[in-house]
């Protein structure tokens, strides 16, 4: 989201009367603020011995002494030498470990690894080689001949539930009897940072694997649609899942007595009260999932579409229907986020999930929406959209008389921009043009596009500027703010992050992606920083810059793409590219986190680079 200035409050007075058949829970009780605990000490450090096996390895115990080798047939992520397992075609199990010790006091400790697997098994869908990655007794991670690459692939674990402790780094490989796969390891590192003690609860996030099935229909004008949802979802935790959470999100809008959102019928679990003025309704589950386990719930919903060109409301005929659908919160280390909604930001925190969504509306309408569309006859004049999205995590639409022009970017991407009334034709292929600039340019940087399409909707009355969704963007005609929205496919998009406590890791990397793409090279702008308080940082969370939201978008915008350029002039421009083209595969579809992002930046130099987030106020 490009911010401007903040909207004044209030929204008009929301129509409840189609609704009044749902589910009201009882008024929400007050929040409970915890103290925060006092930090404890932490000496960041990296504490394995000779990860990347160059000192003659007395640190580690393997089962053959031919495991660590510099000889030819594989080659070092660095270095000359490297870790080396099976690759032999016959049955065979390899180990390598280490004991290592992960400071108490320290919050963070993150594991990575450069991983590399080729193999002469055909198969697409057997793993018949595999390698086991545990810390302790808990796995980490199994790779198999299916994950075969041409190169390295960087991978990064949370390990700081284990601080304090003494604990074994092991992989194991094995192979069976015929056609060779080699798992070959280098760079291994486990970096320890933060003054806050781990938190003592699972950090797994969980519910995982989520799947959403939503069936809508509207009435004549796209502001109001009623149907039914479901979502199944798995515990991926160890911990034991006995309720979950929906946030809808879009109450915030309207107000605990008239609701924009409102669930009903709940099925596979029993609705209790909603919380966070009422954008969280708590679902307990008939019985706790234990780790593995799967369950489905369902609702009836309606939705009512207020007045105001916002990313959720209506300009006129347009509806602008984004953070809409209920969708599950995550449980992790922290536990519940049930973090209150900000329009001056964003406070989405969801794991990458699928969604088939079904559209019933009048035919005069047209309903751009995340994922790829298609469109059927309905019932007299209307039409069924029907959106399918994979591994995105969110889902918004719209519906009205828009304009539509459509393209393919060079790369292949199917780009469409829909416009309301007053958008000139001229500034809509303008605005065209950038779309398929901008996700081919950002594609080449970060990986390619996975959403199939991209639809982006055009209204110069937005007062936020722009906003972005999976394969979905709202925006003003802004060559520069399309560029960045589209930018969120990546930073928020296929990199998750918790959008509240840590929002420079999507706006700062889509503003300085956003540079980059215009040739921006930011030089010099780190020297006109200047802090308003030593409070003042650009890891500040979305509490703070709610509280002081003048700074908001110098610092986590403007700030935080002149600490990427500093970054970028640190590491050298080819070490800043890799670093940023191989963070986003390691964490594709996954959740990006401070301290995982230091981590992979220490890694890419030998400078050390202590100095450099104390001087850009990068903590975490």
Not at 32 to 44: E, G, K, N
Not at 93 to 105: A, E
Not at 239 to 260: F, I, K, Q
Not at 591 to 596: I, K
Request: net charge negative.
């Amino acid at each position: 989201m490009r911010p401007t200035p903040h909207k004044a409050a209030g929204v008009a007075a929301l129509t409840a009367a189609a609704l009044a058949a749902f589910f009201l829970p009882a008024v929400p009780a007050a929040a409970h603020t915890a103290s925060p605990a006092a930090p404890a000490d932490c000496t960041p450090a990296q504490v394995v011995t000779d990860g990347g096996f160059e000192n003659g390895s007395p640190a580690w115990t393997a089962s053959a002494s031919t495991l660590i080798t510099s000889r030819t047939g594989q080659s070092p992520h660095g270095g000359s030498s490297y870790a080396w397992l099976d690759g032999t075609g016959r049955s065979r199990t390899d180990s390598l470990g280490q004991s290592v010790t992960i400071p108490g006091g320290c919050g963070t400790a993150t594991l990575s690894f450069y991983l590399h697997v080729d193999t002469a098994e055909t198969t697409t869908s057997t793993a018949y080689d595999k390698l086991t990655a545990k810390i302790g007794d808990t796995t980490l991670g199994t790779w198999s001949n299916l994950d075969k690459n041409t190169g390295y692939v960087r991978k990064t674990f949370d390990v700081s539930s284990f601080a304090g402790q003494t604990v074994n780094l092991s992989f194991t490989g094995t192979e069976d009897s015929s056609l060779q796969t080699s798992f070959v390891l280098d760079d291994i590192a486990l970096d320890t940072s933060g003054g806050t003690a781990p938190p003592a609860t699972d950090t797994t996030r969980t519910p995982a694997a989520p799947g959403y099935t939503v069936n809508l229909s509207s009435d004549s004008t796209g502001t109001s649609w009623t149907g039914h949802e479901s979502v199944t979802f798995t515990n991926a935790s160890a911990t034991a899942l006995g309720e979950v959470y929906l946030r809808l999100w879009d109450n915030y809008h309207g107000t605990c007595s008239a609701m924009p959102i409102k669930v009903g019928n709940v099925t596979g679990g029993t609705a209790g009260d909603l919380s966070v003025a009422c954008t969280a309704l708590k679902i307990t589950l008939p019985a706790p999932l234990a780790q593995g386990q799967s369950a489905t719930i369902g609702f009836d919903l309606g939705i009512t579409v207020p007045s105001g060109a916002d990313r959720f409301g209506h300009d006129g005929a347009y509806s602008f229907i984004g953070n809409a659908l209920p969708v599950l919160a995550i449980r992790d280390g922290a536990g519940w986020h049930l973090d209150p909604y900000t329009d001056n930001g964003e406070a989405f925190y969801s794991l990458a999930a699928d969604f088939k969504v079904s559209l019933d509306h009048p035919s005069t309408l047209l309903v751009p929406a995340t994922g790829t569309s298609t469109d059927i006859p309905g019932t007299s004049g209307r039409t069924v959209t029907t959106a399918t999205a994979s591994k995105v995590r969110d889902f918004a639409w719209a519906a009205g008389p828009f304009s539509k022009i459509s393209g393919t970017s060079p790369a292949g991407v199917a780009v469409n921009v829909y416009s309301v009334s007053g958008i000139s034709s001229a500034s809509a292929q303008s605005m065209l043009s950038t779309a398929k600039s901008a996700v081919d340019t950002h594609a080449g940087r970060f990986g390619a596009y996975p959403y199939g399409e991209l639809d982006a909707v055009l209204d110069n009355n937005y007062w936020f500027g722009g906003m972005e969704y999976p394969g979905f963007v709202l925006d003003l005609v802004s060559s520069t703010a399309l560029t960045h929205e589209i930018a969120h496919q990546w930073w928020y998009g296929i990199v998750g992050d918790d959008e509240y406590n840590n929002p420079w890791l999507d706006e700062a990397f889509a503003d300085y992606s956003t540079d980059l793409a215009q040739g921006i090279t930011g030089s010099n702008c780190w020297n006109s920083v200047s802090w308003a308080s030593s409070a003042e940082k650009i890891t500040n969370s979305m509490a703070y810059w709610d509280a002081h939201s003048s700074r908001y978008s110098t610092v986590v915008y403007g700030y935080g793409k002149c600490a990427l350029h500093d970054l970028q002039r640190v590491l050298g421009d080819t070490a800043m590219a890799k670093l940023l083209k191989d963070y986003a595969s390691a964490h594709w579809y996954g959740v990006s986190t401070t301290a995982e992002f230091k981590a992979a930046a220490q890694a890419a130099t030998s400078t050390d680079l202590t100095s450099f987030w104390t001087q850009h106020r990068i903590d975490g």
